[in-house]
Structures are given as C-alpha cells and as structure tokens.
C-alpha cells in the first residue's frame, strides 16, 4: 500500500490541481471577456462576445455585467440600466464570494450608465462608493473626475485626476479626464487636442464610451470654442 503513501511530490501536485480547479471555475464565466479583449480594435467582434456571454451565462450575473457593457458601448443606456438592475438583485438574492465581487462592476456600469446619460451628481455620487470599496478600480477614480468637471466642479476634479496620474494604466481614462477638465476651464484648445488623440486610438472603445458620446464632445467643445473665439 506504498503507493498511497503521501510525499512532498504527490502533495504539491494535488495542491496544484486543487489550485488549477479553483482557478478555473472562478475564471470560466469570464471567457467570453477574455476572447472579447483580444479584439480590442474590433468593436463588433467584442459586442458579439459580450452578447454570446449573456446567452450563455443566462440568469448569473456576469451575464448582466456583460450584456449591460454591450449596451453602455452600443449606446443603449436605458436598457443597460436594466439589465444592471437585474444583475444587482441577483447578487443581493446570491450574496455568494462571487458575485460580492461582481456587484461592484455592475455598479461601476451604473456609473457609466449615470455619466453617458447627463446624470454627473448620480455618477459621481455610485463612482465614489465603488472607490471608497475598492481604491484599486481606477476606472472608478476617473468618473469621479470627469463628473466633477461637468459640474463645473474644477478643482475636485483635479484632485481625483491626481490619484489617477499616478497609476501606470488607464492611458486612456487620463485622456478623457484631461479633456473634460480642460473644457471645465474654459480651455477648449486643449480639451479638443487631448479628445482627437483619444479619438485617434482605436481602442477607445474600452472606455465604455462609445463613438458617438465622443462625437458628442467634440462638437459641443468646437461650437464652444467659436462662440469664445
């Protein structure tokens, strides 16, 4: 019965299975994000992940994670709203590990939802809650910063924007960010310049804004700048 003897040899290697177990059912229902990120500069081969997500995953809640994403970037921010709201009850009517975790990214979605929609106060008021939970989603940081700037908000803006200058990522974020302030200041030079190098990259799409919200930007920001000119 030497062969069911444990060692050091055999113990590591069931560790390490238990581990990889571990690993990949946590990960597993985020595969179709994982596949969606390889395309980062194909908007429409990111929506159709995102979508086969919410058929796959029917009722969990990264199901309504990623169909409430696939609407935010689709422009469709009444029905993400939806769809965040049921992802929130399923995570309130589940409170596993798991979707204590997932709850956060719905509500960082609400956020995105609230600031795409022109509601700066309720964006800011969800985004600084998500940070205050978790210092470690920038993205969080980054609409509290954008949405003080549209209050007019300048100089909390800036500090938030401080927290964000200092991370290594979110490139994309700190664009944004920039613009939004710049054209809270009455700077629409510089706002338009740091909104056509962000509207240059093709992965802007990762911001959660889709073309048309900076499209948007744009427009409002010349026809700003003519009427100070």
Same mark, same amino acid.
């Given at each position: 019965?030497?062969?069911?003897?444990?060692?050091?040899?055999?113990?590591?290697?069931?560790?390490?299975?238990?581990?990889?177990?571990?690993?990949?059912?946590?990960?597993?229902?985020?595969?179709? %994000?994982? @596949? *969606?990120?390889?395309?980062?500069?194909?908007?429409?081969?990111?929506?159709?992940?995102?979508?086969?997500?919410? /058929? =796959?995953?029917?009722?969990?809640?990264?199901?309504?994670?990623?169909?409430?994403?696939?609407?935010?970037?689709?422009?469709?921010?009444?029905?993400?709203?939806?769809?965040?709201?049921?992802? $929130?009850?399923?995570?309130?009517?589940?409170?596993?590990?798991?979707?204590?975790?997932?709850?956060?990214? +719905?509500?960082?979605?609400?956020?995105?939802?609230?600031?795409?929609?022109? /509601?700066?106060?309720?964006? !800011?008021?969800?985004?600084?809650?998500?940070?205050?939970?978790? %210092?470690?989603?920038?993205?969080? +940081?980054?609409? $509290?910063? #954008?949405?003080?700037?549209? +209050?007019?908000?300048?100089?909390?803006?800036?500090?938030?924007?401080?927290?964000?200058?200092?991370?290594?990522?979110?490139?994309?974020?700190?664009?944004? #960010?920039? *613009?939004?302030?710049?054209?809270?200041?009455?700077?629409?030079?510089?706002?338009?310049?740091?909104?056509? %190098?962000? @509207?240059? =990259?093709?992965?802007?799409?990762?911001?959660?804004?889709?073309?048309?919200? !900076?499209?948007?930007?744009?427009?409002?920001? %010349?026809?700003?700048?003519?009427?100070?000119?």
């Amino acid at each position: 019965m030497d062969y069911l003897s444990l060692n050091l040899t055999s113990t590591l290697a069931g560790l390490a299975a238990v581990i990889l177990v571990m690993f990949l059912r946590l990960h597993w229902p985020f595969r179709f %994000q994982y @596949m *969606a990120n390889l395309f980062k500069r194909r908007l429409d081969v990111r929506l159709r992940f995102l979508d086969a997500s919410y /058929r =796959k995953n029917r009722s969990r809640s990264v199901a309504m994670l990623d169909k409430s994403t696939h609407e935010i970037m689709s422009g469709n921010y009444e029905l993400a709203e939806k769809f965040i709201v049921q992802g $929130i009850n399923v995570c309130k009517e589940q409170p596993s590990l798991f979707n204590q975790a997932m709850i956060h990214y +719905l509500f960082y979605n609400l956020a995105v939802v609230y600031y795409s929609s022109g /509601r700066y106060s309720e964006a !800011l008021e969800v985004a600084f809650r998500i940070y205050q939970r978790d %210092q470690g989603m920038t993205d969080s +940081l980054a609409l $509290i910063a #954008c949405s003080h700037a549209r +209050l007019g908000e300048v100089e909390s803006a800036l500090e938030a924007y401080k927290l964000i200058s200092r991370k290594r990522s979110a490139r994309d974020w700190k664009l944004f #960010c920039l *613009a939004e302030i710049e054209a809270a200041k009455g700077n629409y030079e510089h706002a338009l310049t740091y909104l056509r %190098q962000l @509207m240059g =990259k093709s992965s802007a799409s990762f911001l959660h804004l889709n073309r048309s919200e !900076l499209e948007k930007r744009l427009e409002e920001w %010349q026809k700003a700048e003519t009427e100070a000119g």
